[in-house]
């Protein structure tokens, strides 16, 4: 008898407890679903309570709305859920169909799942919103920013279209972290290109740093330097402007000896590096020359 009772009390406190924490989390639930905001193409399911006639599953349109029995159009897009919730429920009773109605609305089916991050970024795509994430979140998702990213980033926001734009520090690190909110699409820009031609090392496309910033003498050591037969005197720099290409005459001579400024660069110019002809013919002539030295020394031992 006694064993019996304590298996009851048992069973009333699990009751009990099992009770409170189905009470806790359709707490939480509702609380998580009540900041969800409703958007084009979602899917809504909305169920009033003993009334099955006036609940179902119902597409939101692109235009934001979606057609209730009794009701009829009801706009819906960008509201949270529970100020869905209280709009049917007040329609619905002030138009005298259902005397206190109990309302319920869910997201069944999200039209905007994801964020997009495009751009400069190692692995572009669409990544889950799910949750809270912010700006560092997603890039991280992305596998991070490529060599050719640039310093900002623009958020082009779903809700209301507007574009926030955020800068980046080096390595990809962002000086702003804002909330990524779903729909949003992540933009990372492409970095700034120079280019060096000519009698260089290494002639070819160098991106600009993360502040947009490059030099003639910095392009030119990304180019692994002049070679020894350039003009240093007759360097150009080629600039695309509204009226055409301009060419500028750059004394990279002076530069390299502190008697010029050093010029600064812009996205697209080219740095023109020409081959002295007196250098290339002095040349010429030396390795002629170390050329019949070597043939003297091998062929005047025989």
């Known amino acids: ?180 909110l779903s729909g949003d699409t992540i933009l990372v820009e492409r970095a700034g290109v120079v280019y060096v031609v000519g009698d260089v090392a290494r002639p070819g496309g160098f991106p600009m740093d993360q502040d947009d910033q490059l030099s003639v003498l910095q392009a030119v050591a990304l180019a692994q330097g002049a070679n020894h037969t350039a003009a240093l005197k007759s360097a150009k720099l080629i600039r695309s402007t509204p009226q055409g290409k301009t060419e500028v005459p750059i004394n990279l001579s002076a530069m390299l000896g502190s008697k010029a400024a050093d010029v600064p660069l812009k996205d697209g110019d080219i740095v023109f590096i020409p081959s002295s002809a007196a250098k290339s013919a002095m040349k010429r002539g030396l390795e002629a020359g170390v050329q019949a030295a070597v043939g003297v020394a091998i062929y005047g031992r025989y």
């Open 1 to 180: 008898m006694l064993r019996a009772q304590r298996l009851v009390s048992l069973a009333a406190w699990l009751a009990f407890f099992l009770l409170l924490s189905a009470s806790s989390l359709n707490a939480a639930g509702d609380t998580a679903r009540s900041v969800l905001q409703v958007a084009g193409g979602d899917l809504l399911e909305i169920n009033v309570f003993d009334v099955p006639e006036l609940s179902g599953k119902f597409r939101v349109s692109n235009t934001g709305s979606i057609s209730l029995p009794l009701i009829g159009e009801l706009a819906v897009q960008d509201n949270r859920t529970d100020e869905v919730e209280h709009t049917i429920a007040q329609k619905l009773e002030d138009g005298g169909y259902v005397r206190n109605p109990q309302v319920s609305v869910f997201v069944a089916e999200f039209a905007t799942q994801g964020v997009s991050v495009l751009g400069e970024v190692k692995k572009p795509g669409i990544y889950p919103s799910f949750g809270s994430h912010r700006l560092l979140d997603y890039l991280s998702m992305a596998e991070g920013t490529t060599p050719l990213a640039g310093s900002m980033v623009d958020i082009t926001r779903h809700v209301s279209t507007a574009t926030q734009r955020v800068a980046l520090r080096s390595k990809g690190e962002a000086r702003q972290n804002p909330e990524v």
